[in-house]
């Protein structure tokens, strides 16, 4: 993950290195899905969240495409 204080800085920094841009995430909702996703990681017994959790975790902070599908769907 790297952070940048524009998609203009983003989009600077992958044409100076060649590579595509990947999806940029806004602070407040990193923030929301950090406290959604993190939420019960200390609990001992708390589960992994399943790939239809996650992608309803991604979904419910507004983060949907396939970059966001854990299992990408065949095609």
């Known amino acids: 993950m790297l952070f ?9 920094w992958c044409r100076e290195r060649g590579v595509e ?10 923030w929301r899905l950090s406290r959604v996703w993190y939420g019960s990681r200390l609990d001992p017994e708390g589960p992994r969240p399943t ?12 983060l949907t495409g396939s970059f966001w599908d854990p299992v990408p769907r065949q095609e």
Request: glycine share 12%.
């Open 4 to 12: 940048f204080r524009s998609e203009d800085d983003l989009r600077a």
């Open 51 to 62: 790939p239809g959790e996650a992608r309803a975790i991604f979904a419910g902070v507004g």
């Open 21 to 30: 841009p990947g999806p940029a995430v806004p602070v407040h909702q990193l």
